[in-house]
């Protein structure tokens, strides 16, 4: 085993640097595929960093975590470290402009972002990663992440907490609280913490407002600013601080930059956070039940137990293997049962931990039909009758090798996820007490299997453990309390006895009683065998997929990998018909159909996800889509299954009440959502009125939809069809024609003639129009209003039209974010960007806020209106220096056999078949003046324009 980071015995130290680093590390475990390398250092201030020399990528990035979150708020002023986390972005002593480091990024191809979580407060950052003059970086000629980290370091240096922007920050802090009071997800995860132990931070509310951050606090003689300046002095200290680093310079330069720019970092010598002691749930929090009424209309039932402490099981993960089996869908599963009654619609489990030094918790989510609302007792018992069959035989090794072999497997063969990610969440990955060879690693494989520890794990699932919550709009309708927080109704007891009572018997039920259907998984069948590639030299990965077929029934699109070389493909199948889109009766039924092939595929599909097979069955643009990715091995296995379904679905009249019922709540749901999430579903309608239906249109045909309905329809849809296939991985060009001839041999359509095909089309709004569509949203509730304005500008074919507008947003969209939301404080949602249609191109401003749709759109119009100065101020310099940003942007290279299959896929679905969109757009940026983006811009966006082509969505709140 590889030794700890706690137990270095004779640490080396590199040489030749100002300040002495001890090196703990060089060999990471690492992917297969991984051409990068790494070192772990720890600071003389005892700050700990990795470096990572990637000699491919784009962008280069860094994300510090540091070891305090919100449950060091003091609690009386709840929102502390989510305070200062926004409050560190506004200036430091060295850097005192308060967007001076947004600026920087955005001018270098970068953005940044940070979070703040119970124990830790993480920021990231990227940028590009080469210098201005396109050679490799170095020390004398460094990219601009050198700059970069001098500006992120100044952070935890000497940040100002600017009075100036004191109360503006805490508005956006605000203003995000109030983007999540209409959230179930939040809410529901506050009752519980409200619920909790008021001794342990479990307890705390994390977000903070306006209120209990600054109106209270000062109404108390408090100086808020000057406890935030306490807080950061306090809490934040170098050896608290995991950094990480990468970048395309080599690991001595990044080395000598971190000992350069974070020695200053001062360490206080502080404790890691723990919390041990008290427990989140005390006994008297447990056997108890909360009725719960969400804002959307949603069914669950929650069972939470507390867990072991898991935190140094990082080999064995034992609430892995428990999750398994009771989150299994497959056959003799919990799920597989009450499904098969016509009580769940969905089951998931799993272990999450509370913090260093607490125990974990264990929650098994059930998503329920309205006849599981009903019976939510009886879904208990079988949960612990279950329970009670994991416990009569020992941990089975066989489950544990087979879930080994799969994290083996995945982490052999993982990907590249961009920068950002990649140091962000290893920052987080560092605070934990892993071997350090083990960074990238840790929680994702499984190493030693420990029966013991599963037992002790299985033994804290018991009756006298556990408390439940039961989700409903409408059960049992007497809630007769108010989360303090989110004002979430819920009603709060004690389990009845007599309930209890059947609980404890289902859970000491003998053999001979228990629900003889419950029993094991089987072997996996699904498991990859064959996961070799033939690599091959290639001097320029090819651009395009290649066409093999392309007659009256079908096209065939193929490209083997040749640039990740992993033993993955993505396979997708569209189904063209006129049908779905001809009008709104039609699009329901083929929703109903599509979710009613995969209710039918859940149990068979369950194992093929586990061993990392994804399908999916949608709808699309240009009728039905059908998805499968993964490890190619199996995957036409999988494929064969879901288009045989898709031909031979018996829809019987239960399952599509079910399903039906879900989907009728799903287009209420829709309406109940925040309004910046509703807005683009208008302006799509809007901009394509032929062929898009709105949910209203769509909910209003469910009740009339019959069985017989959807199974004429099924037969009507799949009867005539044009099938096109896209094949891109690990497979070979006789594969991909293979593929296609088993969908044509098991649907065996008719042709389809080519004038019947879907059409795409768009609406061109007139030169100088200026449209408003008002709504009001259904949700009394919801206080923000929403704005989405769209300017039009041309045909998305026009390659000068669509990079101009791309240029636009690179110059515009930092500042459009400083004023509109920094400085203005309009609300937390606060974007700008392109927004392409079928066959149209423009740029949008969306902002979701308290003040009214009229208003955001006015400080739009304002906004532009300046701009048109800063424009014409703009140095030669500056705007060479945008357009070298965004040509980056356009050549950043692909990471993952996802990204470029999406990139394909995106051109043969739209029929613009320009793979080489990105190449192409580059070299046109470099040729573009600025006296040409001036003219643009006046013409497409300045108020004064008498050519403008404006669409504005306005959504109010009641």
């Known amino acids: 085993m590889p030794h700890s980071q706690h137990d270095e015995d004779a640490p080396a130290t590199t040489g030749g640097l100002d300040a002495p680093v001890t090196l703990l590390t060089d060999s990471l475990e690492k992917p297969l595929l991984d051409d990068r390398d790494y070192r772990v250092v720890r600071l003389d201030n005892e700050l700990e960093a990795l470096l990572v020399h990637d000699p491919e990528t784009d962008k280069a990035s860094a994300a510090l975590d540091v070891n305090v979150g919100n449950f060091s708020d003091e609690s009386d002023i709840p929102g502390m470290a989510h305070a200062v986390e926004h409050l560190l972005f506004m200036g430091t002593k060295k850097f005192p402009i308060e967007n001076e480091y947004g600026q920087y990024l955005s001018a270098h191809s970068g953005s940044s972002n940070a979070y703040t979580g119970p124990t830790s407060t993480n920021y990231f950052f990227d940028v590009a990663a080469k210098p201005a003059n396109d050679q490799d970086p170095s020390d004398s000629n460094p990219s601009p992440l050198r700059e970069a980290l001098d500006r992120f370091a100044q952070f935890f240096i000497e940040p100002l907490f600017l009075p100036s922007t004191l109360d503006r920050e805490l508005k956006a802090v605000d203003s995000e609280n109030k983007k999540n009071l209409q959230n179930d997800t939040w809410r529901l995860h506050q009752l519980e913490k409200s619920l909790s132990n008021p001794n342990h931070p479990f307890c705390h509310f994390s977000t903070g407002n306006f209120e209990v951050l600054k109106t209270l606090p000062e109404a108390r003689g408090i100086n808020v600013r000057d406890k935030f300046i306490e807080f950061h002095a306090k809490h934040y200290s170098a050896n608290r601080m995991k950094l990480v680093v990468l970048g395309r310079e080599p690991l001595d330069v990044l080395q000598k930059w971190v000992v350069e720019l974070f020695s200053p970092v001062v360490n206080k010598k502080l404790p890691p956070n723990r919390w041990p002691g008290e427990l989140p749930f005390r006994e008297s929090d447990l056997g108890m039940q909360c009725f719960a009424k969400p804002v959307m ?79 939510y007792p009886e879904i208990v018992k079988i949960f612990f009758q279950y329970i009670t069959l994991l416990r009569e035989s020992p941990p089975q090794e066989w489950i544990f090798q087979e879930q080994k072999g799969m994290a083996d497997v995945d982490f052999k063969f993982k990907q590249k996820t961009p920068a950002s990610r990649f140091t962000s969440r290893i920052s987080s990955v560092m605070q934990k007490p892993l071997p350090r060879e083990w960074l990238l690693s840790g929680h994702s494989r499984l190493r030693t299997f420990e029966p013991k520890q599963i037992e002790d794990a299985l033994s804290t699932i018991r009756p006298d453990n556990f408390r439940m919550v039961i989700v409903s709009r409408n059960y049992p309708g007497n809630w007769d309390q108010k989360e303090k927080w989110y004002g979430t109704e819920y009603r709060y007891e004690k389990i009845p006895e007599d309930l209890m009572e059947e609980i ?165 749901n829709w309406q109940l959502q925040s309004s910046y999430h509703q807005v683009g579903d208008y302006t799509t309608w809007l901009n394509a009125p032929e062929r898009d239906f709105i949910v209203e249109e769509l909910a209003a045909e469910l009740p009339s939809i019959t069985v017989e309905g959807v199974r004429l329809f099924q037969k009507q849809m799949l009867g005539r069809l044009f099938i096109e296939v896209y094949v891109h991985g690990n497979m070979y060009k006789e594969d991909a024609l293979k593929i296609t001839d088993m969908v044509e041999s098991i649907l065996k359509p008719r042709t389809l003639p080519r004038a019947q095909w879907p059409v795409l089309r768009s609406l061109i709004l007139p030169r100088g129009s200026n449209y408003v569509f008002k709504k009001t949203l259904k949700d009394p509730a919801n206080v923000n209003h929403c704005v989405e304005t769209w300017f039009y500008v041309g045909s998305r074919e026009d390659r000068v039209i669509r990079t101009k507008t791309l240029l636009l947003d690179q110059m515009l969209h930092e500042p459009a974010f400083d004023q509109l939301r920094t400085k203005e404080q309009l609300g937390y949602i606060v974007f700008s960007g392109p927004r392409v249609f079928s066959t149209t191109y423009g740029f949008r401003f969306l902002i979701q806020s308290e003040m009214t749709p009229e208003f955001l759109d006015s400080r739009i119009e304002a906004f532009l209106r300046r701009y048109v100065e800063t424009l014409e101020k703009m140095s030669d310099a500056e705007f060479e220096g945008h357009k070298r940003s965004l040509v980056i942007r356009r050549l950043e290279k692909l990471r993952n056999l996802d990204q470029e299959s999406s990139r394909h896929w995106s051109q043969i679905t739209s029929e613009y078949y320009d793979f080489e969109l990105a190449q192409r757009d580059a070299e046109q940026v470099k040729k573009l003046t600025k006296s040409e983006m001036m003219e643009f811009f006046n013409k497409y966006f300045d108020p004064a324009s008498s050519e403008r082509a404006r669409l504005s969505i306005h959504l109010h709140a009641q």
């Open 297 to 375: 209309d949603s069914r669950e039932l929650n069972l939470y137990f507390p867990f072991i402490d898991e935190e140094f099981m990082f080999a064995s993960q034992p609430s892995r293997y428990i999750s398994h089996l009771i989150g299994h869908e497959g056959p003799g599963s919990i799920m597989s049962y009450i499904k098969s009654k016509g009580w769940a619609n969905g089951l998931s489990a799993g272990a999450y931990p509370v913090c260093p030094g607490t125990p974990g918790i264990f929650d098994v989510q059930v998503r329920l039909t309205e006849e599981g609302l009903k019976n």
């Open 504 to 668: 404890r018997q289902a859970a000491s039920v003998s053999p001979g009683e228990r629900l003889s259907c419950l029993h094991l998984p089987h072997k996996n069948q699904f498991i990859p065998n064959q996961l070799e590639v033939e690599k091959k030299e290639v001097t320029e990965p090819a651009l395009n997929p290649r066409v093999l077929r392309n007659d009256g029934i079908a096209r065939t699109w193929w490209k083997k990998d040749d640039t990740f070389w992993v033993p993955r493909a993505n396979v997708i199948v569209s189904l063209k018909t006129p049908l779905i889109d001809s009008c709104a009766e039609n699009d329901v039924k083929a929703r109903l159909f599509s979710d009613l092939v995969r209710d039918a595929l859940e149990e068979y599909s369950y194992d093929a996800e586990l061993a990392g097979l994804q399908y999916n069955v949608s709808l699309d643009s240009r009728g039905l889509c059908l998805n499968v990715s993964g490890y190619n091995d199996k995957l036409p296995v999988l494929l064969e299954q879901v288009v045989t379904t898709m031909r031979d679905l018996d829809i019987k009249e239960d399952r599509f009440e079910i399903v039906r019922e879900r989907l009728t709540r799903g287009y209420n």
